[in-house]
């Protein structure tokens, strides 16, 4: 495994942990010869700066005007973690937030207003092609695909999806099964990234599912497992443990914490990451002046060819030997267990 570590950075990715960047957009031949077939991300810089959003979705009035009339699906946590793992009784399961669906001007006074020590915390991250649904209002602000990527890639995006939060949202490791150009209209995003090779460092168990469920009369969060229990594979390793915790959590991950450092990369205002298919990332946030980050990102369908088939030996692999797919302990139905697709 460590062989491969190496050389998959040594032959294609390169012994930098800086993901490349591009002072322009590339013409699709370039982006396609040089970062789609080797599946090899990088930032262009100077890509968006044509956009009327970078400059209108910097002003709260002009948000609020357009958006007077849309409802909007905002999802709240405790603590800007959704999708994550989170501790419950005596083991970890998988934990989704609590979504509402709520006129955009409160959903914007909820993102300003969250707050750690309140334990509440709100981002607009519904996933389900909402640029083009709930936000259509702001369409005309940017483009409706990036040209040079829809020519190298041959398709139009699947989806385009709108994120607005503020410095305490954060995603954690995960990887999809699409093309993704994450553009960042205002704030900063700070990415770490592996390759699908290195699957095996990401330590992907079985947790069991669980949803938040927020009260508006008291302000809290009730934590719930699904019932019938769900198991959700997940990314075990959190890149930024706790002082408390950290000793024990490089010793439970060796392979992450022990092997090649991630490639870093923080994405600004103008600004578009290509995030290719299959690589795990984690995601952090800087906000603003007016306390947001606001990005919009295309969702392309991936090429299931060998690639794909190779991430799955690997995985299969990594299952066998390595032997770190393991049940949850705490929770019944020892079965459920088992390794599944993501």
């Not at 995603?171 to 090779?197: C, M, Q, R, W």
């Not at 002046?289 to 392309?300: E, F, K, L, V």
């Amino acid at each position: 495994m460590e062989k491969l570590w190496e050389e998959v950075r040594e032959l294609s990715l390169g012994t930098s942990t800086q993901v490349e960047r591009l002072d322009s957009p590339p013409s699709p031949l370039q982006f396609l010869r040089d970062f789609v077939s080797p599946n090899k991300p990088c930032v262009i810089s100077n890509a968006t700066l044509h956009w009327p959003a970078t400059t209108a979705w910097t002003s709260d009035s002009y948000l609020l005007q357009t958006l007077a009339s849309a409802t909007v699906s905002v999802h709240l946590t405790p603590t800007g973690r959704a999708d994550a793992l989170a501790p419950h009784s005596s083991a970890l399961c998988f934990a989704s937030a609590h979504v509402q669906r709520i006129p955009f001007p409160f959903a914007l006074t909820a993102i300003s207003n969250s707050n750690l020590d309140a334990k509440f915390v709100a981002y607009a991250q519904q996933q389900n092609d909402c640029f083009r649904s709930e936000y259509s209002g702001l369409a005309a602000d940017c483009e409706t695909h990036i040209p040079w990527a829809s020519e190298a890639l041959g398709c139009l995006p699947e989806a385009v999806n709108l994120w607005i939060g503020n410095h305490l949202s954060e995603t954690s490791f995960h990887k999809d099964h699409y093309e993704n150009l994450y553009a960042v209209v205002t704030g900063e995003k700070h990415f770490i990234l592996l390759p699908p090779t290195d699957v095996h460092r990401m330590y992907i168990r079985n947790y069991p599912a669980a949803h938040y469920s927020y009260s508006r009369d008291t302000g809290e969060f009730k934590l719930e497992l699904e019932d019938p229990v769900r198991y959700v594979p997940w990314c075990s390793v959190n890149p930024f443990p706790s002082p408390e915790t950290k000793d024990a959590e490089m010793s439970e991950f060796p392979l992450y914490f022990n092997g090649p450092k991630p490639f870093e990369c923080t994405v600004k205002a103008g600004e578009i990451l290509y995030l290719p298919s299959m690589w795990f990332h984690h995601v952090r946030q800087s906000q603003d002046s007016r306390g947001r980050t606001i990005a919009i990102n295309y969702w392309y369908d991936m090429q299931f060819d060998i690639k794909y088939a190779y991430f799955n030996f690997l995985r299969s692999i990594d299952d066998l030997t390595v032997g770190e797919v393991k049940c949850v302990e705490s929770f019944s139905d020892a079965s459920a267990c088992d390794s599944g697709d993501e």
